[in-house]
């Protein structure tokens, strides 16, 4: 499908990547859609049949007038006219919503332009007539943009008229009056592409998370925290047939598959498997909402292997005893390593380690294991384009000497932090450097600019009530994601004041999130209703955002 569609050259700086929950790898080239559309707007012109030219004529936009169409009349006036009228409406009948009415009037010496809604005019707006005399050669051209009709005369702009109506209800364009009409051109435009229309291109390997930055540089970490830098290959994996260069690596990953044992007290004989009818399953996922046996976990497909056996995990979060399990007063609770008298539920958590081998354009970097990894959108004062990163034991890394040509770098450094960390943002424009300790605080690195990628100092940013796992900043503006799943965004961010002032809630069921070079959000959703019902784990664009 990437070749039938002409997809097999090294994606754009302007690329939006994307990992499922499978490790999959798919990317969406910006710059591939807007050349599509450029080729849909060139398709999309035409001209409409207007026979001999007389008057009254009236022909059908068959792909509407929205945003980014245009319609042109071209004909000529006739030596004694009075007037002539162009009309923009939402049928072809008399009776009809008028969206522009475009009514140069010779005898008056004036051109009026105005709107009708069921059956009543609105008020009148006057533009100059200066430029049409009878007799002449004329030329009409109406562009619709996102608020207002902008119509030219002869190339040269002429009005703008807010709208009135809703545009996209436009069906017909109708000429009456003294005017022989030559040509009518109609460009309905190429729209634009809903995300739901765009088109992924599937890249080989096998991820846990990837990050693109300034110049193309794009680096990933795998489910076992080894890092990777994307060579600008195509193919790997299940896409062998489109590989095109040696940029291919063979790579490998490994996985841990879960599954939780769940148990309640009995006064008479201790903890059993014998809970209350709304108890969790015996056996279950960690929300313990679905049933999930260790005998029901299969490998994802045969290029999968098992790498060890099922075995108690005592490295479960929030810390376990000497048999691994964890307690609370009740399974929908939080959960502790020792028990009190008020625990009368228990849970542990049991893992098995499987393995996949595949290929993929990435390239292993040297030893070195991150958890977290962040590219910066802009590039420093000496073109270098910093690289953050958060090690497994928390610290704070950023890679020097990484360059568009030069995806690896050169060396690590250093940042200190008084807390381990779990996650950075290189922000843009300003924002510096953002980064979530493991209890959930947020911190903002000061002293973050072009001549000194690295800053100066940290400071403490409160957090919005619940600990967070991540903050996103771009563009002036300032996000992050807590541990339930709520967005918020942080108000008051100021080139003067960048920590801002206060977290705003924004909307929940946020799985994960990336905020754009440009301000623009971009997050998956948990779940997300649609007309045909509610589908899970989608990809979403925050609308309306200023």
């Known amino acids: 499908c990437n070749q039938f569609r002409g997809l097999t050259d090294q994606p754009s700086f302007y690329t939006v990547w994307g990992v499922t929950s499978q490790g999959d790898i798919f990317l969406h080239d910006c710059s591939t859609t807007e050349k599509e559309l450029r080729a849909e707007s060139v398709a999309a012109h035409q001209r409409l049949p207007v026979g001999t030219g007389a008057t009254p004529i009236t022909l059908l936009l068959n792909r509407g007038f929205r945003p980014g169409c245009f319609v042109s009349i071209s004909?000529?006036?006739?030596?004694?006219?009075?007037?002539?009228?162009?009309?923009?409406?939402?049928s072809r009948g008399t009776d009809t919503d008028i969206a522009l009415h475009i009514n140069p009037r010779f005898c008056e010496k004036t051109a009026v332009i105005n709107s009708k809604k069921k059956g009543i005019w609105g008020a009148e707006e006057f533009g100059q007539l200066e430029v049409l005399s009878p007799g002449d050669h004329c030329e009409v051209s109406v562009v619709c943009d996102d608020k207002d009709f902008k119509i030219s005369i002869n190339d040269k702009f002429w009005y703008s008229f807010k709208h009135r109506l809703v545009v996209t209800k436009i069906t017909h364009v109708v000429v009456r009056g003294s005017i022989t009409v030559d040509e009518v051109t109609y460009n309905h435009g190429a729209g634009e592409r809903q995300l739901t229309e765009w088109y992924w291109r599937g890249l080989g390997g096998h991820l846990q998370r990837v990050q693109g930055g300034a110049g193309g540089v794009t680096w990933g970490i795998s489910h076992d925290f080894h890092v990777y830098t994307y060579t600008g290959a195509t193919g790997g994996g299940l896409y062998k047939a489109s590989s095109n260069d040696a940029g291919v690596q063979i790579m490998s990953d490994v996985r841990h598959m879960y599954v939780w044992e769940n148990q309640r007290w009995n006064p008479v004989t201790g903890f059993t498997y014998r809970g209350l009818p709304t108890d969790r399953h015996t056996w279950s996922d960690q929300t313990g909402r679905h049933q999930r046996a260790k005998e029901s976990v299969k490998l994802q497909s045969r290029h999968w292997s098992w790498t060890s056996e099922w075995c108690v995990d005592y490295h479960t979060p929030g810390g376990v005893d000497r048999e691994g399990w964890q307690y609370a007063t009740d399974f929908p609770l939080s959960y502790h390593a020792h028990r009190y008298a008020t625990d009368l539920v228990r849970r542990r958590r049991w893992v098995r380690k499987c393995r996949v081998s595949t290929s993929g354009p990435w390239q292993q970097m040297e030893k070195v294991a991150l958890v977290h990894v962040s590219v910066s959108p802009e590039c420093a004062e000496d073109g270098t384009i910093p690289v953050w990163g958060v090690s497994v034991t928390g610290e704070v890394v950023v890679r020097l000497g990484v360059t568009h040509n030069k995806y690896q770098g050169e060396k690590w450094k250093l940042v200190p932090?008084?807390?381990?960390?779990?996650?950075?943002?290189?922000?843009?424009?300003?924002?510096?450097?953002?980064?979530?300790?493991?209890?959930?605080?947020?911190?903002?690195?000061?002293?973050?600019t072009k001549k000194t990628p690295q800053g100066v100092q940290w400071v403490n940013v409160d957090s919005p009530g619940q600990p967070l796992v991540e903050v996103s900043a771009g563009a002036w503006s300032v996000w992050g994601l807590d541990r339930s799943g709520s967005l918020y965004r942080r108000t008051n961010v100021l080139p003067l004041f960048p920590e801002g002032t206060a977290w705003e809630w924004v909307c929940g069921s946020v799985a994960s999130f990336s905020i754009a070079a440009d301000g623009s959000v971009w997050a998956v959703l948990d779940t997300y209703d649609t007309e045909k019902g509610t589908v899970q784990g989608v990809i979403a664009r925050r609308v309306g955002v200023s």
């Open 75 to 90: 004909g000529k006036i006739h030596c004694n006219a009075d007037q002539f009228h162009i009309n923009l409406q939402t």
């Open 417 to 448: 932090a008084e807390c381990p960390m779990c996650s950075v943002c290189a922000g843009v424009d300003g924002c510096g450097v953002w980064a979530v300790s493991k209890d959930g605080q947020a911190h903002l690195r000061l002293g973050v």
